[in-house]
């Protein structure tokens, strides 16, 4: 290549060109031309320069026939229409052809562009750009190229390097392109210039350019470069520029082409797209279309044959066909593209050793992003391979993304992960290898499991939600073969299951490897585990009651163990369980048994649960003073072992004990220092039951512009929605300030019905105390007696004071007379 700063250098005839691309190839004149579908005779005249300038469409499909991409093509045409192109012993040359539309790499472009400035002299002195074949380093550096020329008056020229180039035949080129006869009159050709060399391909003859740059660059110290291939030169002053595949839209974006086409990749595949058929994108498409550009990985090429498959299918039908097996694309839809997906990922994986290749085998089992220390326990099972070096050299052949600062999250780019994955199960390394992925993944979420509770909690399941998508993988594959494992892994999540909402899918998975009979001679201590985390997602869906033989089973394991964490779980587990079940006896006194155990053992923060759960049976039994002291208690132990969000949730449960004594100015505000404090620790549930009680304290006490508000909270961004518990009694208190008696006893019904069977039923108790005292209606009256009758025998439930207070003597005297 050279640009206009240089002089034109005659190459080699077409015929030389043609003949030595044929050998290259393997294949002989007949072939050729069967092939390219035109006459022997012609490829007979070309090669003989009897047709120096053949027609175009011939050139096409000559190139076409031998399979050449990338430089090799543009090479190939230009020494066609007569331009200098290179012989039949590599290097060749040719002008810079025009840089093509070049899509989503504008950020690459810039950077490069500065770096290559001839007035950094703190810059490097060449750039390699290395990646898949296919990833568009070509496009790229010829864009770079055209930029960076005006600033270089020396002159930007190039060369292709081809397979089996000399030191010697890459300096040759070198001078050529630049216009003059020998590597050594380059000196007074640049004269002190600045010049930019193009080197394509350098992996063809890596040795060879290494030592031709090393040369030239010591030398000429005006002089710098700009390389492609799959792996860098190797030079010292060299910076290398690992080239990404384009950046496809994420799984949340909108649902409008809108939304998505900005992301280059979704223009790569549009672009493509309108040249093999007219029409817009219809609306039906944008959602497969953003699936598809996500599958392919944003990787060029893949979304060039997949464009070109725009022909005969609609994008939903491409992505049901090759969305599964991207490796299998193939074709030729555009200049620059390879013959096929495979081919280009297997490239560069040849260039790995044995080793490198079984580690890339290991990590291709990851689906999410994933840290150093993940990639050295997957590939520490009897591997020499280090993990730094392997990660490093990966980066370096374009095979791996990175992301972070202070701390690295590595990817392979999709369709090497699918490679490596084909490749493993072909060499038989498969099983072993989602084997280890699995260990791995329990080892990781057993770790991470103890940090599940307390102040700890959001951030330790974020870190598992880092990796939700190896969990899930890692279950299904151990389910299936390594049951042990997976009944490891699964005991160690019902947190995290039950903080993201995933209760039901995770109790189904703990039943199905409880029941497995290949865990029935699992670790007694893991199987303990996966009981009582049974129970507790169980509790979670209103099935608790189905799960109690599974906690005390667990309990009667953790004490037959001596594990004290176990025990205080199970009995913490076991009081929620009864309590459910309208065993509030049993309930008191598994909290009982808890707080016992917490305090022979020095648990702190769990003798501050168990002070926070027995105050419910304190107001249930309407004893208030009680229940203030057991909550100052959870204060004080909570501040001592630092546990912030206890200390919010004592908070709020004392804003409760106010607003039920009757002391609204005091649990209003107490009641919003709580909900700032549970805001702080992210604990959405608690914070809506405490602006609940903020509501209703607010309402009783008058201010209802307030309690208001908080209504407009609690009820979202839906208000004609049917309301929950929380919104429908906050409205009933409000609608009882304003007189509006009927609402009121409405809102206080559907309070209950909405309560009903809920974790604690006094919430439903103080419903029907609002039904008695403001309905109109003596039948609804009479009902609701009758069960705030039933409630408060079955659960043991005392009334309280200012509850007997609202009732009024009548009611009394109903309810007095309930069997």
């Not at 077409?14 to 003949?19: C, E, K, M, Y």
């Not at 309208?582 to 769990?606: C, F, K, Q, T, V």
């Not at 009641?671 to 809506?688: I, Q, S, W």
Request: proline share 6%.
């Amino acid at each position: 290549m050279t640009s206009d700063h240089g002089a034109d250098q005659d190459g080699p005839g077409f015929d030389a060109v043609l003949r030595s691309y044929r050998l290259r190839a393997k294949l002989t004149q007949e072939e050729l031309a069967a092939r390219a579908g035109v006459g022997v005779r012609t490829v007979r005249d070309l090669e003989r320069g009897r047709a120096s300038r053949p027609q175009r469409t011939t050139v096409e499909l000559l190139a076409a026939a031998l399979g050449l991409a990338g430089a090799d093509r543009i090479a190939f045409l230009a020494a066609a229409r007569g331009q200098p192109a290179g012989a039949s012993a590599p290097p060749r040359y040719v002008r810079l052809p025009p840089a093509g539309d070049l899509i989503g790499r504008d950020g690459d472009v810039a950077e490069l562009v500065t770096r290559l400035a001839p007035a950094r002299d703190d810059g490097p002195r060449g750039v390699t750009l290395v990646g898949l074949a296919g990833v568009g380093k070509t496009s790229l550096a010829l864009t770079v190229a055209h930029r960076v020329a005006p600033a270089h008056p020396g002159g930007v020229a190039g060369i292709v390097v081809t397979d089996g180039s000399t030191t010697g035949e890459v300096l040759g080129g070198v001078a050529a392109v630049f216009g003059v006869g020998r590597p050594d009159d380059l000196a007074p050709r640049f004269a002190g210039r600045s010049a930019l060399l193009l080197v394509d391909a350098v992996d063809r003859a890596s040795e060879a350019v290494a030592e031709a740059l090393s040369r030239l660059l010591r030398q000429h110290p005006t002089l710098r470069f700009l390389a492609t291939g799959r792996h860098p030169v190797g030079l010292p002053t060299e910076r290398v520029w690992p080239v990404a595949p384009l950046v496809a839209p994420p799984e949340e974006a909108g649902p409008e082409l809108a939304d998505v086409a900005g992301y280059p990749a979704v223009a790569l595949f549009l672009d493509r797209l309108a040249r093999v058929r007219g029409g817009p994108v219809e609306p039906d498409d944008v959602a497969p279309l953003s699936a598809l550009v996500r599958r392919l990985g944003g990787l060029p090429i893949a979304l060039e044959l997949a464009a070109a498959r725009g022909r005969v299918l609609t994008v939903a039908e491409i992505l049901d066909r090759y969305g599964d097996r991207v490796l299998d694309l193939s074709g030729r839809p555009a200049p620059g593209a390879v013959v096929s997906v495979r081919e280009a990922v297997a490239a560069s994986y040849r260039l790995l050793a044995p080793d490198e290749q079984r580690a890339l085998h290991r990590l291709a089992t990851f689906r999410n992003r994933w840290s150093l220390d993940l990639a050295e326990a997957v590939i520490a099972d009897g591997s020499a391979t280090d993990a730094v070096h392997l990660l490093d050299r990966l980066l370096e052949l374009g095979l791996l993304s990175a992301r972070g600062a202070r701390a690295f999250r590595f990817r392979l780019l999709d369709v090497v992960g699918d490679f490596a994955l084909e490749r493993a199960a072909a060499d038989g390394d498969l099983p072993a290898a989602r084997h280890r992925h699995a260990e791995v993944m329990a080892d990781l979420a057993q770790g991470i499991a103890p940090d599940l509770k307390g102040g700890r909690l959001a951030e330790a399941a974020a870190r598992l939600d880092d990796v939700a998508g190896d969990l899930g993988a890692a279950l299904t594959f151990a389910a299936r073969e390594h049951p042990h494992i997976a009944l490891r892994l699964a005991a160690a999540l019902p947190r995290w299951w039950r903080f993201r909402g995933r209760d039901v899918t995770g109790r189904q998975w703990l039943r199905r490897l409880l029941a497995d009979p290949r865990t029935a001679d699992a670790d007694p201590l893991v199987r303990a585990w996966a009981k009582v985390g049974l129970a507790q997602l169980a509790l979670e869906h209103g099935s608790g009651t189905e799960e109690i033989g599974s906690a005390e089973a667990a309990l009667a394991d953790f004490a037959a163990l001596g594990d004290v964490p176990g025990q205080l779980t199970a009995h913490t587990q076991l009081a929620a369980l009864w309590m459910t079940a309208g065993g509030y006896e049993r309930a008191r006194g598994h909290g009982a048994a808890a707080l016992e155990l917490a305090r022979s053992s020095g648990h702190i923060r769990d003798m501050a649960v168990a002070e926070n759960n027995l105050t419910w049976h304190e107001i249930r039994e309407g004893d208030l003073g009680a229940a203030r002291d057991r909550l100052a208690e959870v204060d004080r132990l909570a501040g001592r072992c630092g546990e912030h969000r206890l200390r919010a949730v004592a908070a709020a449960n004392l804003a409760e004990v106010e607003r039920l004594d009757g002391r609204f100015e005091q649990a209003a505000r107490l009641g919003r220092d709580a909900m700032a404090e549970l805001e702080d620790v992210g604990d959405p549930g608690h914070r809506r039951r405490v602006l609940a009680t903020v509501g209703l304290a607010l309402a009783e006490s008058g201010r209802v512009a307030e309690a208001l508000d908080v209504l407009a909270e609690l009820r979202g961004p839906e208000p004609q929605a049917p309301a929950d518990g929380p919104a429908a009694i906050v409205e009933a208190a409000i609608a009882l300030r304003q007189g509006e008696e009927k609402r009121a006893a409405e809102s206080f019904a559907a309070a209950a019905e909405a309560y009903a069977g809920g974790h604690d039923p006094r919430d439903t108790v103080e419903a029907l105390v609002g039904v008695v005292r403001s309905s109109p209606d003596a039948e609804r009256r009479q009902e609701a007696v009758a069960r705030l009758a039933e409630l408060c025998r079955t659960g043991g439930i005392t009334l309280l004071p200012r509850e007997r207070e609202l009732l009024g003597p009548e009611a009394l005297r109903e309810l007095e007379q309930q069997p």
